[in-house]
């Protein structure tokens, strides 16, 4: 078998990156709220019903992310974007509920 990228049929390791070369190129992320600049370790917990877990018993996923120091805000861009459509559509499906009622 042969490969563009050689005998292992993987890519080349990408040399060792500077950090200074990172962060000299990025920028702070910041509260959407406040805009504080630090951020603390939080959990999302999705509550699993039997319907749509795996294993068929109710459950729980603990989604790690950051929330804001100074107000808890969680900023959209640290949830992941799956997380963000699930919410979209159960946002759309309690509207069409409410106008049924
Ligand atoms: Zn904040």
Redesign the pocket.
Known sequence: MSSKFGSGGRPPQAPPIDPSVILNNSTDVR??????ATFAQVFLIKHISSIASPTGEEGMIPIPTYA??????VNKEFIPAILRKTDERETTTNKITLVKE
């Open positions: 509260c959407e709220k406040c805009g504080n804001c120091n100074v107000c808890n805000n």
